[in-house]
């Protein structure tokens, strides 16, 4: 157990919706970060956020959002679902957000699928 | 764009012998390299690192080899062992913490 939790763990939807996926670090943890990972690809990163702020961003669509609250938990949103959308989303949290190395923590992961 | 590669999406070997899986990058704004072990249904776990300084790291069953002029990191396990069948994935972190991953090796440990 990482200690990083994440819900929920399936979500079954339909194109065109919305969705709010949710990521609950690691206690003393302050950054956050989400991973998309669809069939067959790798890690996609996607955005990482640092004691409340986006800290750094990858391969994020403009359809996607996400926030870090002042308790430090984050959520992912995905809007205007589309097939491809379907996937596994990781959230990892670390100790810091400098730009030396920190180990990031990974959550089991929330499997969505797109209908 | 795909700036980090592994190319074998599966690697088998006999308990006991050495397995080496490879990774392949194209950025030299990468200053930090990871491997990470994936179980099914579970989150990525951290196996090892190496700074771009080094070309070198070990730890107790695990090697990681950089070779900065190739842009080419290797993951030796030896010995190998039936736990540690798993998917590996080879990732790399530029200074802003934007950490990009291959697509992984599926490692399977035969008794």
């Known amino acids: 157990d990482s200690g990083v939790t994440q819900t929920p763990k399936h979500l079954i939807t339909a194109t065109g919706q919305r969705v709010t996926l949710r990521c609950s670090p690691r206690?003393?943890?302050?950054?956050v970060y989400w991973y998309q990972q669809s069939l067959d690809q790798g890690l996609q990163f996607l955005i990482q956020?640092?004691?409340?702020?986006?800290?750094a961003k990858g391969n994020i669509l403009e359809r996607f959002s996400a926030q870090q609250f002042p308790d430090l938990h984050s959520e992912l949103n995905l809007s205007s679902l589309e097939l491809g959308d379907s996937a596994l989303y990781f959230c990892?949290?670390?100790?810091?957000?400098?730009?030396?190395?920190?180990?990031?923590?990974f959550g089991p992961g929330t499997r969505l699928t797109v209908l | 764009d795909q700036q980090v590669k592994q190319n074998s999406p599966s690697l088998s070997v006999q308990e006991g012998r050495i397995s080496i899986l490879n990774c392949d990058y194209t950025?030299?704004?990468?200053?930090?390299f990871l491997w990470y072990k994936k179980y099914p249904a579970e989150g990525p776990t951290f196996l090892i690192s190496?700074?771009?300084?080094?070309d070198k790291n070990e730890d107790g069953r695990f090697t990681v080899f950089l070779n900065k002029s190739a842009k080419h990191l290797s993951l030796h396990i030896v010995p190998s062992q039936p736990g540690d069948s798993a998917v590996y994935f080879c990732?790399?972190?530029?200074?802003?913490?934007?950490?990009?991953f291959g697509a992984g090796t599926r490692l399977t440990v035969k008794p």
């Open positions: 990892a949290s670390s100790v810091a957000g400098s730009s030396s190395y920190n180990e990031q923590f």
């Open positions: 950025n030299s704004m990468f200053d930090y």
């Open positions: 190496i700074s771009s300084i080094k």
């Open positions: 990732a790399a972190k530029k200074a802003n913490n934007d950490m990009r």
């Open positions: 956020y640092y004691n409340g702020e986006e800290r």
């Open positions: 206690s003393g943890d302050l950054s």
